[in-house]
């Protein structure tokens, strides 16, 4: 009940492509939901974040969709370029414990020129 | 945002030894957390580091095993015990610079620690 599931674990997108990286939670008790983006060698920043209340939340190219129905939520990132490419790990966390994560197994992005 | 400095950055190390891994701030913030990441997996919550008492450890970590010190706002050391080629993995700082547990999360670069 504590897991973030997350898929792809690997994903490749063209230059100028959708990228899409998906999540899901069972615990209902999560109400925080961040996007942490890896470069190699750096640790994780934090990219985007959104809480059940909305169903979406966009900054930039970045879009969380959130389907609390469902318990799922996923990551689009629009108009894909190279420097895109890193992982990204989805995140949870309960109410009143933002800074106590769990996070999804990651997806490493590759965007190709 | 906070910036963190984690030392040593990367290590080689023999099994049956421990190292210490050191995280530096250089603002004072309110939490401060370790996390492992082992090599190409997620990252795994080991403790909070408390200021001035014993950390408060996840399910799965013991203090013995890594025992973590928090002497101040601005700094915490983490000791891998006894490594195991197992132990292997990328040790992560986190801080938190909000007093309520709403705050945002900023990390280190991590340590990435070998042991042979």
């Known amino acids: 009940q504590q897991q973030v599931k997350q898929s792809p674990q690997s994903l490749i997108v063209q230059k100028g492509g959708i990228s899409i990286i998906n999540c899901a939670y069972e615990?209902?008790?999560?109400?925080?939901f961040p996007w942490y983006q890896q470069f190699p060698g750096k640790g994780p920043a934090l990219l985007i974040a959104?809480?059940?209340?909305?169903s979406e939340k966009k900054e930039g190219r970045f879009t969380i969709s959130f389907n609390k129905s469902a318990k799922q939520f996923s990551l689009h990132i629009m108009d894909s370029q190279p420097g895109d490419s890193a992982t990204y790990f989805c995140a949870a966390a309960p109410s009143g414990g933002y800074n106590k994560l769990i996070f999804g197994a990651g997806t490493r992005l590759a965007v190709h020129p | 945002s906070a910036v963190i400095s984690q030392k040593p950055s990367r290590d080689i190390c023999q099994r049956g030894t421990s190292l210490t891994i050191q995280c530096q701030v250089d603002s004072q913030v309110t939490m401060m957390f370790w996390y492992r990441q082992q090599p190409g997996q997620s990252l795994t919550l080991i403790a909070t580091?408390?200021?001035?008492?014993?950390?408060?450890?996840e399910s799965g970590f013991v203090i013995d095993k890594f025992p973590i010190s928090r002497p101040n706002l601005t700094f915490s050391t983490l000791t891998v015990s006894n490594m195991s080629p197992e132990d292997s993995s990328i040790y992560l700082c986190?801080?938190?610079?909000?007093?309520?547990?709403?705050?945002?999360?900023?990390f280190g670069e991590g340590s990435r620690l070998t042991v042979l």
């Open positions: 986190s801080v938190s610079q909000r007093a309520d547990p709403t705050g945002e999360l900023f």
């Open positions: 615990n209902t008790a999560f109400d925080y």
């Open positions: 959104i809480r059940p209340d909305v």
């Open positions: 580091a408390n200021q001035g008492s014993e950390a408060t450890y």
